[in-house]
């Protein structure tokens, strides 16, 4: 099942994708779900969603939003977690603190909630005062069941569903504070989207892979399967000392192929358009103003 936020007339609430990428309202089918992801999410009421879809009627003029779209905490996200990433991230000079190319633990930094936009909004590099902004395509882990001290036995158990992020990056702040939360964390540089593929769907482990284009040219493609630090060896690092949350966001990583892979760094530009594809999960396309 491919799980949605959506507004339309009546407001905002959650629905699922059909086959043919349109929007059913679950809440129409059973006025007693959640209307809001969260809130499906921690209540349990999967199994509730799953029930309604046969039933759902399909919302005409439905404007999709990110899956959560104002999450509880910080988005968690992963440093250099593609071999190939890892040593164009190291070569290209906006790296500030690496002493080797390939981590020996998980580099994780975070994005705050504020940096959240969906899939119909654009990203505002014009935030980005550095003009050096950057595309990193990313398949996102959802937290259903909460934990502290989550072994990598137990992960997957714990895990809602997959969704994708793009960890849009200011480089030369993320070069100049070497500290990553600035250049990462301006307001809209988390596009997320378009949909929350469900744990059951995608598989344990899940068969995802990830492509990303600018203005249609290929830049990225990799395997989950191709993670330096795995799904349960992040969740277990995170969660060691820190309490997950149902609806608690993990961005896995991002590939090789970002602009600053290319001699010179291919920065964003406003009017050019990223795309990033899952298939399971669907489309994120943002354009960049
Ligand atoms: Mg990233």
């Known amino acids: ?58 919302v005409e003029g439905a404007t999709i939003l990110a899956p959560i779209p104002r999450p509880t905490k910080n988005i968690f996200c992963v440093g250099k977690n593609y071999h190939e990433h890892a040593k164009e991230f190291a070569s290209s000079g906006f790296d500030a603190t690496a002493k080797e190319v390939v981590p020996e ?44 001290g989550i072994s990598e036995a137990d992960a997957y158990a714990h895990i809602f569903g997959y969704t994708i992020v793009n960890d849009v990056t200011a480089r030369t702040l993320q070069h100049k504070h070497r500290q990553w939360i600035l250049g990462k964390g301006i307001d809209g540089f988390c596009p997320m989207g378009p949909a929350i593929v469900t744990a059951d769907a995608a598989g344990t482990p899940p068969n995802l892979a990830i492509s990303t284009w600018v203005n249609g040219e290929l830049r990225q493609r990799a395997s989950i399967d191709d993670l330096i630090f795995g799904i349960p060896t992040l969740i277990a690092a995170i969660s060691a000392a820190i309490t997950l949350e149902p609806g608690d966001i993990i961005a896995t990583g991002t590939p090789a192929g970002v602009g600053i892979g290319f001699t010179p760094p291919r920065f964003l530009k406003p009017g050019d358009k990223v795309r990033i594809e899952v298939p399971g999960i669907g489309v994120l396309e943002n354009k960049v103003a």
């Open 105 to 148: 633990a998980p580099v994780v930094f975070s994005k705050p909630p504020t940096s959240v936009i969906g899939p119909h909004d654009e990203i505002p590099s014009f935030l980005d005062t550095s003009n050096s902004t950057d595309y990193e395509g990313e398949i996102a882990v959802v937290i259903g069941k909460g934990g502290r």
């Open 1 to 58: 099942m491919r799980l949605v936020t959506f507004r339309d007339d009546k407001g905002t609430r959650v629905g699922a994708l059909d086959e043919a990428g349109r929007v059913l309202d679950l809440v129409a089918a059973d006025p007693a779900l959640p209307r809001d992801m969260l809130g499906l999410i921690g209540s349990g009421a999967l199994g509730a969603a799953q029930a309604a879809e046969a039933a759902a009627p399909v």
